[in-house]
């Protein structure tokens, strides 16, 4: 399911995402700034990558150039596929950083795949922003790491509250994707945060787990239904967590789950088919209204590009570029490291996903969305405020 996702996907993006070739040598071009897009544009993060990469696209198209010195300079996408595994993804930052010396990187979708490839920027002092790497430690001890997105810590603690006073639960169940530091990260923030609100240490009655790419967890969901919870927090990968429900609810197990914000993909649906029906999960936009005319801008330009609804990664991938575009225009350098230094001095920059301040661990303080999904869509419940 995953490799066709993936392949078709990455067709799509080779033949319209702007690719840069490296001439002999390394040697940038004088008139042109190279922004990286360091994506898992195959395997089981395709998807998701291939959507984020959508939303630079559209900001690269939207805003081809900058001037710098007053000089006009075209901005060129390289594009990394990190196929969604640790190791490559270091290969791709690797040839990102030394090949193609770009002046800076957006990515990775998939915080795992983000920590791969940071201590390299680090190393060669190139900035990257990631737009829904959501784990802590993407940006932690990482002077040239920063993020667009709200972190998990936040991300846990706003659906445990959802679960304790929406959903009345008091007990809950927990269900890792253990190979995905993302899931293991949030499953800890979400555990915290419900102990704490119900006041009661052993308030998660059980917990599982499962290996990225697994197909089958009818023995988990066994050990979960004899610990009958309120509510199951299960976050993880798009593919493997509606199997997950779908399975569930094939074993009569009718208790609500939630999750986080790698839900929010078009594929989340077409796995799960009407057994995700009712499953609520944090995310980063909701493209029911515009909330600001930059958001206005992106949706209506979105929809007339690829004809269909952005993802919200798209809107973060879209606001990536645009916080290093104006980073460029501040510090009037194509010089990484100048460029890094105001990216960390970004202060209430209007981005389609919402306000985003930097703050001095280089992540951006940002609203969550919850949706359900309803009647085989995903719908706008309400917003959380840090």
Known sequence: MKKRFGLILVTALALSLVTVLVSCGGKAQSDVIKIGVFEPLTGANGAGGADEAEGVKLANLLYPTVTVGGKEYKI????????????????????????????????????????????????????????????????????????????????????????????????????????????????????????KLTGDPNAIVAQADYNTNDQDFNAQLTNIKKAKPNVIFAPGNFTESA????????????????????????????????????????????????????????????RAKFNKEPAAVAALGFDAYLVILDAIKRANSVDPVKIRDEIAKTTNFEGAAGSISINADRNAEKDAVIKVVKDGKFQYLTTVKP
């Open 243 to 302: 199997l997950l429900i779908k399975q569930a609810r094939q074993q009569g197990i009718t208790t609500p789950f939630l999750g986080g914000d790698t839900w929010d993909e078009a594929a989340f649906l077409e796995v799960g088919g009407k057994e995700v029906e009712g499953a609520v999960f944090s995310t980063f936009f909701a493209n029911d209204v515009p909330i600001n005319g930059t958001s206005a801008v992106f949706l209506k330009e979105f």
């Open 76 to 195: 060129e996408l390289v594009v990394a596929d990190n196929k969604s595994d640790k190791v490559e993804a270091a290969n791709a930052a690797t040839m990102l950083a030394q090949k193609a010396k770009v002046n800076a990187v957006i990515g990775s979708w998939g915080s795992s795949l983000s920590m791969a490839g940071g201590p390299i920027f680090a190393e060669a002092k190139i900035p990257a922003v990631g737009a829904s790497c959501t784990n802590p430690n993407v940006t932690k001890g990482n002077e040239y790491y920063f993020r667009v997105c709200f972190i998990d810590p936040f991300q846990g603690d706003v659906m445990a509250n959802y679960a304790f006073k929406n959903l009345g639960a008091k007990k809950a169940a927990i269900i890792r994707e253990v190979s995905n530091d993302y899931s293991v990260g949030l499953a800890k923030f979400f555990m915290d945060s419900f102990i």
